[in-house]
């Protein structure tokens, strides 16, 4: 754990998602859950030992679901976007077994871990920005569509701090499977237009600065760019395969399975084909 400023905490070496912590007067704010059971588990022990009150609340910054199936380790009540507290409603009593499959696909030893645990709620929701002070310490929830509807920013005012989710990542590809593309795109904008931002928790991989913005940028425009040829010349779906490597090499990451990673930007390939022919044939996508 990395005190990154003072009473903010950030883990990055839990596999898979960044989570951080905002220590308050009145007890712990956790952001996000580590992937893994074990990793959950050993979370909420070092946050409880931060404050005798313990984890207050747990803020989800989307609802990919190695963020959200290990919420309950918390024991917090959660705080997201209401597409995000949409989706975990839509749930029911247990998260899918696909979220399970590609979690222990990315890691076999750790996903043994992983069980058809209860969906947990969140108990406040919001649609495009909430606030809330803690003793001193302002919290700015801010909606960033793009990587899902649900997407969030977690902004402290006093520090510059903004942790992001997978709006930025540094050291893994973005997901773009159940993204709105051009969204992402102009909320990227967005955030290179915020002069108070002077430190970026990405949702995956190392904290950065500005920069780190202009590469996850530059990734999502090739892949439309590549996919809008790809389409215009009239050649099918089944043939984006060819574009895996090139995305592969600008995040290469050793500690990730090659064929999960595949598997990964296939998703991303295929969701972009179909967006962008719905966008071509004037169909909205639902």
Not at 70 to 78: E, F, G, I, S, Y
Not at 104 to 119: C, K, Q, Y
Not at 267 to 279: D, F, P, R
Request: with cysteine; charged share 20%.
């Amino acid at each position: 754990m990395e005190q990154i400023a003072n009473n903010i905490y950030v883990e990055t070496n839990y596999e898979g998602v960044n989570v951080g912590a905002i220590v308050t007067p009145k007890g712990v704010i956790a952001i996000d859950a580590p992937s893994y059971t074990r990793q959950a588990r050993d979370w909420a022990m070092r946050l409880n030992a931060l404050h005798p009150k313990g984890i207050q609340y747990t803020i989800l910054t989307d609802y990919h679901g190695d963020r959200i199936l290990n919420t309950r380790w918390l024991n917090a009540p959660v705080i997201a976007h209401q597409a995000t507290a949409e989706k975990l409603q839509s749930y029911d009593r247990r998260y899918p077994a696909a979220l399970l499959e590609s979690l222990t696909a990315r890691n076999l030893e750790r996903g043994r871990e992983l069980s058809h645990s209860p969906v947990q709620k969140t108990a406040v929701s919001f649609d495009r920005q909430i606030s809330f002070f803690k003793g001193d310490c302002e919290i700015q929830l801010l909606a960033a569509p793009g990587p899902t509807p649900g997407s969030i920013w977690v902004f402290l005012s006093q520090t510059g701090i903004l942790f992001c989710g997978d709006a930025v990542t540094t050291d893994f590809p973005p997901c773009l499977a159940e993204a709105d593309t051009a969204q992402w795109l102009d909320t990227l904008d967005r955030l290179r237009q915020k002069p108070d931002v002077s430190q970026i928790v990405p949702g995956r991989g190392a904290l950065g600065q500005m920069d780190v913005v202009d590469q996850v940028y530059h990734y999502i425009e090739l892949m439309r760019s590549r996919i809008e040829t790809h389409i215009a010349e009239e050649r099918p779906l089944a043939d984006t395969a060819v574009y895996i490597s090139e995305f592969i090499s600008l995040y290469p990451n050793p500690y990730l399975p090659l064929e999960w990673l595949r598997s990964q930007i296939q998703q991303s390939l295929n969701h972009v084909y179909n967006e962008l022919k719905s966008e071509k044939d004037g169909i909205v996508l639902v």
